[in-house]
């Protein structure tokens, strides 16, 4: 089993801003046409989302095609999208069909879009508007008939467009509508319903029985800042499942960075120079007073 083989099951959440995310992928999937960009960080899911997308549409029954652009070698990236005809180049033997044909009736993915070469951007640009293109070395038109255009984006784009790294005209072609997914650190609350997913996939996948995630386990992933997201929290959980066979995920099953990270938060809480910065008046304080009130806070 993959567990992710449904996106759906991983479109989950209770936090308002994910409910939000939810109603705009309905909205958008009802349009079989509209250009969708998916913002935020890495590891956030914003695949998940392109595919509820297309699982959701008109185009749920054709294919579902993704390119990272941030993978693709410069020289190759026309390849890969338009296709080629036999002898273009040296080592095109027969002809190829790029990703945009093979898409026909479904949806073609591009993510980390903000890494795709300036060049390619103007031709993406033209393809998008006639929606049609040549293949490499070849003179007869392609027509795409009925493929949908997504993509997904962790860099700021806007920015990108003032530093002359990212066309403004392709920008604005690709974010007809923007959904920006939130860090996991900004919804909580979505985070035991991801462990509790991920632990009953793997569980699955590897042949374990761990069925719940005990308080102290629990706490320790609500308290950490989660860099990685979405995906780190996955990793964490299959860790866990794959070095421990037991009951439940204790919090000793835990990296030490996730453990050792609430350690420092609860020594920082009882820092009684911090708690003394953090409250002292903005006009000059007396050295003797000073010294008393850390005294205090050190006997305490």
Not at 244 to 252: K, Y
Request: proline share 4%; net charge negative.
């Amino acid at each position: 089993m993959n567990p992710e083989n449904d996106p759906r099951d991983y479109l989950v959440g209770h936090s308002e801003r994910m409910r939000e995310v939810f109603d705009l992928v309905a909205c958008v999937a009802r349009s079989n046409t509209t250009a969708v960009l998916i913002t935020g960080e890495s590891g956030t899911g914003k695949e998940v989302v392109a595919r509820a997308i297309h699982e959701q549409s008109a185009h749920a029954c054709g294919p579902f095609h993704a390119l990272n652009c941030a993978a693709i070698a410069n020289n190759l990236f026309e390849s890969e999208l338009f296709g080629y005809e036999p002898y273009a180049f040296t080592d095109a033997k027969k002809q190829k069909r790029g990703l945009l044909e093979l898409a026909e009736g479904g949806t073609l993915f591009l993510d980390e879009v903000g890494e795709m070469p300036h060049e390619m951007q103007a031709k993406l640009l033209r393809v998008l508007e006639t929606r049609s293109f040549f293949r490499l070395g070849g003179t007869k038109e392609v027509r795409m008939k009925n493929v949908r255009v997504l993509a997904a984006t962790n860099r700021d784009l806007k920015q990108a467009m003032q530093d002359g790294l990212f066309r403004s005209d392709l920008y604005f072609r690709l974010a007809v509508v923007k959904i920006t997914l939130p860090p996991l650190r900004e919804r909580l609350s979505d985070i035991p319903l991801f462990a509790s997913r991920f632990l009953e996939d793997f569980n699955k996948l590897h042949g374990r029985s761990m069925r719940h995630i005990t308080p102290e386990a629990q706490r320790s992933l609500l308290d950490y800042s989660w860099p990685g997201n979405i995906r780190e929290l996955k990793n964490v959980i299959e860790r866990a499942i794959i070095l421990h066979d037991s009951n439940g995920l204790q919090q000793s099953y835990l990296p030490r960075e996730i453990v050792g990270y609430n350690e420092q938060q609860e020594c920082r809480c009882y820092d009684p120079w911090e708690q003394w910065l953090n409250t002292h008046p903005q006009e000059a304080v007396c050295l003797n007073r000073l010294v008393e009130r850390l005294e205090q806070c050190l006997v305490r």
